[in-house]
């Protein structure tokens, strides 16, 4: 699972004023990560809970970074549209069953 602190180091921020939007960013990236491939990398009590691969985790990672980065203009310009749709095609790599 990827921590607060990770996603910050990441990001490359030090202080603490924006820890719950970021916090609300990686949760967010989680759920799609396991909507999308349709794991579990969150609920350790349910025996499908799966280990996160380095491969998700760092799509997991890009889609904070977009949400972080570009927080107030997404989609503006199509600027995220790029790191979104790398992080879908890793998702979908990791899906368990085939998509459509």
Known sequence: MITLEQ???YLNVDFPDNDE?????LNGEI???????????TD????NYEVMSPAVQNAVLKGVATNYVQRDDIGADGASSNSIN?????????CIAPML
């Open 21 to 25: 939007l970021i916090n609300i960013f």
């Open 44 to 47: 350790q009590a349910k025996d």
């Open 31 to 41: 759920r799609t990560a396991e909507q999308y491939t349709g794991r579990n990398y």
């Open 86 to 94: 790398a992080s879908i095609y890793t998702y979908r790599m990791e």
């Open 7 to 9: 996603a910050k180091s």
